[in-house]
């Protein structure tokens, strides 16, 4: 099946500094990557849609000039998290889709950010 | 897409099959029924989806009802490993396609 890697897998930073997380599709190439994010004990949250070329769209509340997603190739997008703050302590997971008739997307494993 | 109702939990002994509930009643006509899984701190994984048939590959079978209400995952031989949060979603394709996870059911599989 599909292969998206993300990375770092775990990233620990002191509140206000910046952080990127990459995510790739390496078997495939994907027009469409999303950005979500997860709290302890809670389900995934879309955060944004990642479209290859053009700005990201991102979901109500999502505040974009604080995670910032560029999609610069068919194979790679990243998410900067600008001035971290511990509340931004999360596990950021993103997803390519196949863009084949049935549409299905793979998830990376997954970015566990602790903001000190 | 439409809502989907899940049990929040269940448990399956290692080895019997788990049968996993998806209530859809609001589905429309060209919304695929779609199956992820997550085990702990890890990315979703793709399991298997249908739109009217019944489905089956090598993880799972998916049973749809006739009037497409509801659905039921079936782990013919559950293990130790298929212990995780499995997410059922209603999606239409041919829109922006944006996976919108519910709660899920948190199965336990035991020995």
């Not at chain 2, 589905?27 to 890890?42: A, D, K, P």
Request: proline share 4%; aromatic share 8%.
């Amino acid at each position: 099946g599909a292969v998206v890697s993300q990375h770092p897998s775990r990233v620990i930073c002191k509140s206000g500094t910046s952080v990127k997380i990459e995510c790739r599709s390496l078997d495939f190439q994907a027009t469409t990557m999303f950005w979500y994010r997860q709290f302890p004990k809670q389900s995934l949250m879309l955060m944004a849609t990642s479209n290859e070329g053009s700005k990201a769209t991102y979901e109500q509340g999502v505040e974009k000039d604080k995670f910032l997603i560029n999609h610069a190739s068919l194979t790679l997008s990243t998410l900067t998290v600008t001035s971290a703050h511990p509340e931004d302590s999360s596990f950021y997971i993103c997803s390519a889709r196949v863009p084949r008739s049935s549409y299905e997307q793979y998830f990376g494993p997954g970015t566990r950010l602790t903001v000190t | 897409d439409a809502k989907t109702t899940q049990p929040p939990s269940m448990d399956c002994a290692e080895g019997r099959a788990a049968n996993l509930p998806c209530n859809h009643s609001t589905i429309s006509g060209n919304e695929y029924v779609y199956w992820y899984r997550q085990i702990h701190s890890q990315g979703p994984q793709y399991i298997i989806h249908g739109l009217k048939n019944n489905e089956t590959n090598e993880m799972a079978s998916l049973i749809i009802t006739e009037d497409r209400k509801s659905s039921t995952l079936i782990l013919p031989h559950a293990t130790l490993r298929d212990t995780a949060v499995y997410y059922c979603i209603a999606l239409n394709t041919g829109t922006a396609s944006k996976l919108t996870f519910g709660t899920g059911t948190r199965l336990q599989v035991t020995l």
